[in-house]
């Protein structure tokens, strides 16, 4: 079943990057670098999810930052 999840995760972005990567200039090239990157990782974190979903986000990782400092200048 995740097989086939990942599957369409990648169609859709071989879709985007077909549909996308004509619209940006020759001339641009740190433009279409970026895009590449971005939409890499993106994917990437789109099969880490779907391979396993209780992966901490983001705002797990704030909070695991900015704890200490709530405690430090709470008291």
């Not at 890499?40 to 200490?68: C, F, H, R, V, W």
Request: net charge positive; hydrophobic share 50%.
């Amino acid at each position: 079943m995740k097989a086939g999840v990942i599957l369409g995760t990648l169609v859709l972005v071989a879709l985007i990057f077909l549909y996308e990567w004509p619209r940006i200039n020759r001339t641009q090239k740190k433009e279409k670098v970026v895009f590449i990157v971005l939409l890499s990782l993106g994917t990437i974190l789109a099969i880490m999810l779907i391979l396993n979903p209780d992966l901490p986000g983001p705002t797990q990782m704030i909070e695991y930052i900015y704890k200490p400092l709530g405690r430090m200048f709470g008291k």
